[in-house]
């Protein structure tokens, strides 16, 4: 039986308040033998006719397999709830959980004085933990707030912006593509690494990606860091925008070695810290406006104009002013071709 929602957490009007009780200790009696992560108004916190409902966590969820209990969170959330929550509004409501999630950065330990040589081992969450549940009216406001992003990168400015509705967010340093061209055998072909510009949306998002050398098509398990310790690859996600209709296979990806942050030195993907990796994440679902743009009139920290180095010389002429225009104002259509989908980065959907 699902429990009529109206607004802020789970918010029964008072004559309902006995009623909903019963139903849901009835239920939860009827169920003792189901998981033991079962949401269970007990757990929530009352305050006058508003009940906040709280995910009780029962065990450590470590990195490895985060992404798998949350798809089992919010299958039970789908089968409980009469209004859509999805991962994104979940993390989005408890901040903390990304908090946690982007300290799980190989360099942010190391800064605490910490050496780990599997992330994946460390915990996302932890036993005793509670997930705020979004109410129908939260819900719906982060949705459309999620609905507003607009990733924007700005190829020679080597930045990310996460921009709400004219807002920035977050600002994140990146790496772009090398000026060169390279025999990739991923691609079967010679390839220019140039970081690609357009405007279009996320096309898919991978939590689980397989680590390939573009260079030679073989897979890899470990990565060196730039301190020169060898650890095992994280579980990160990335994302893949289409861009002028075109799938490039140019991922925003996490790098392992943030040295080359501020450089241009990919095989052609966006590149990004572990950390921020994170945090862009869950501002990007699919669907998500991505603007990938060369605009040498920058701003530097104290917020004037500069001019930026041209470190792809005749990318300048190239006018992409209309159609980042049009894609703020949500009137971008792509084309009806059919773009390869090969990844030249290195990483690649399983």
């Known amino acids: 039986m699902k429990i009529p929602v109206k607004s802020f957490g789970f918010r029964l009007d008072l004559p309902w308040m006995g009623w909903a009780l019963v139903v849901l200790m009835m239920m939860c009696c009827g169920r003792k033998n189901e998981s033991k992560n079962e949401i269970l108004l007990p757990e929530a916190i009352a305050e006058e ?6 995910y009780p966590v029962a065990h450590d969820v470590p990195i490895r397999a985060y992404f798998e209990f949350m798809d089992s969170l919010t299958a039970h959330l789908d089968s409980t709830l009469n209004y859509p929550v999805n991962e994104y509004l979940v993390a989005l409501a408890n901040p903390w959980l990304i908090d946690t999630l982007a300290h799980t950065d190989y360099y942010y330990q190391m800064s605490k004085g910490i050496f ?3 992330s994946q081992k460390l915990p996302a969450l932890r036993k005793g933990e509670k997930l705020l ?7 719906d406001s982060l949705k459309k707030m999620l609905e507003s992003i607009v990733i924007d990168v700005n190829i020679p400015e080597f930045k990310l912006r996460i921009i709400e509705n004219s807002r920035v967010l977050y600002t994140f340093p990146v790496r772009v593509g090398r000026v060169q061209q390279k025999y990739l055998a991923m691609a079967g072909r010679k390839v220019d690494l140039r970081t690609k510009t357009g405007t279009g949306k996320v096309i898919r998002v991978n939590r689980s990606p397989t680590f390939i050398n573009p260079s030679n098509n073989k897979k890899y398990y470990t990565t060196k860091r730039d301190d020169g ?9 990335w994302i893949e925008p289409e861009l002028d209709g075109h ?4 991922l925003i990806h996490p790098t392992t070695n943030p040295e080359t942050l501020g450089k241009a030195y990919s095989n052609g993907c966006i590149g990004m810290k572990e950390g921020d990796m994170w ?3 869950y501002h990007a679902p699919v669907g998500t406006t991505v603007v990938v743009r060369y605009d040498l009139q920058g701003i530097d920290e104290k917020g004037d104009s500069i001019l930026l180095k041209n470190i792809y010389p005749g990318f300048e002429q190239m006018d992409k002013r209309r159609q980042i225009i049009a894609a703020a104002l949500g009137q971008f259509q792509v084309s009806g071709e059919n773009p ?11």
């Open 229 to 237: 310790k060898i650890t095992k690859l994280p579980r990160t996600p």
């Open 340 to 350: 390869p989908s090969v990844c030249e980065c290195g990483i690649i959907a399983q």
């Open 279 to 281: 945090r862009l994440y």
């Open 116 to 118: 780990n040589e599997d």
């Open 133 to 139: 549940i979004p109410d129908s009216l939260q819900a």
């Open 49 to 54: 006719d508003i009940v906040v409902l709280f």
């Open 247 to 250: 799938r490039y296979g140019q």
